[in-house]
């Protein structure tokens, strides 16, 4: 029997209903048919599993444009301004770091007050710098309890019991403390990115300026030596910046052990990661001269060249002063009234004549030459400047024969 090689349909016709040829039969389709759009909303999600991509909306991370679009004149605005002399501008993410006791927290203090009015810490009021204005400032801070707080920025009275005489901070200083109550909120999936919501909606809702974090490690329940925490963090605190369009300083900590010599990157907990995603980073540390002496130098500097580096050091005395005095905020006839615990300028010298000295050397050895040449000049330099000898005794924590001595010296 010989079968027909042509496809006829019941009614004894070619069944293409009409379709187009491409060349192989079989896969014919009828220009009338419509899908089922069940099995095609399958069909789609099951492509869509295996390349997403190929769905999602092209990303728009980058904004280019030519190179002298960033530098035009509506840009202007946006010049970097100093508001800590050369260790911290506007528009920065900052790290100030140090051991426990140092007064770190003093210093971030003191900046932020001065910020908040508008003014400079000496001596970097005397620096060429377009004048900054006076800031909003919000200090988050995870240090001090209130009560500490409170004996710092005031005075002793005679009865040993009391305070008073308490400072006046600006209005445009804002303070944060710890208030959370443990619970976690649906949505957030850790108590840092809770947190950095809520610093977030407090910046936008007091029109802040410059944030100040104190410490960094209450942002995280771990170590910040863990680097993949170090690094996520500080990477949600530059977008913080960005988007908010703020300065940013954080405070942190060394570990317990500091090594002798000079202050570098490897003192910074965690340094490996906070380095790479800081705009600059600074470091305050005891001196070996007095207990009471402390200098600041720079570890990381994006904006221009380290200033304050190993050969020239900012060297300040951390004790109570007269901080309104120094600022011009009160009436010039009011008594003085040292209430306020931060940093008075001494002078700028080599972190040699500063730095802890190696471990082999005894604690109680005559002091090098380094250190008595560096007294002597420094006494020098202030009694050049009109300083009496008890006024240089007091700032560079030396007896008052001793200054005599040193600023006579030839």
Known sequence: MIMSNSNEGKDGGRADHGAESYGNDRYKLPSSWVPNPELQRMYEEEDRKRDPRAYADPPEMLLVE???????????????????????????????????????????????????????????????????GPQKVLYIDFELDRAQFRQRYSVIVADGLTLGNKYEMSPNFLRGEDYWDGNMLEGYYSFTDMLLQDIRNRVTEHDVKVLIIDNITFLTPGTIANSTVAFQLMQQLQKLKKALEISILVVAHTPKSLRPGRLTERDLQGSGDLIKVADSI??????????????????????????????????????????????????????????????????????????????????????????????????????????SSGAIAEKLGISRVTAYRYSKKS
């Open 282 to 387: 600074f470091a305050v540390a005891r001196s070996r001269r007095s207990p009471e002496l402390r200098y600041l130098k720079q570890i990381k500097c994006r904006s221009g060249r380290p200033e304050y580096g190993d050969d020239n050091v900012a060297v300040f005395r951390l004790a109570k002063f007269d901080l309104a005095a120094k600022l011009g905020t009160r009436s010039p006839d009011a008594p003085p009234v040292d209430n306020f615990l931060g940093f008075d300028f001494v002078a700028s010298e080599p972190e040699d004549e500063h730095h802890p000295l190696p471990w082999n050397r005894s604690v109680g050895s005559k002091r090098g030459p380094k250190l008595d040449l560096g007294l002597i000049r420094s006494a020098r330099s202030l009694a050049l400047r009109g300083f």
């Open 66 to 132: 030519t190179a002298d679009y960033f530098l035009d004149r509506e840009y202007e605005s946006l010049a970097i301004n100093e508001i800590f002399g050369p260790f911290w501008h506007e528009m920065e993410l900052t790290i100030l770091f140090s051991q426990s006791g140092v007064g770190k927290s003093a210093l971030a203090t003191q900046i932020a007050e001065c910020l908040a009015r508008g003014k400079r810490i000496r001596p970097f009021d005397e620096r060429p710098a377009p004048a900054i």
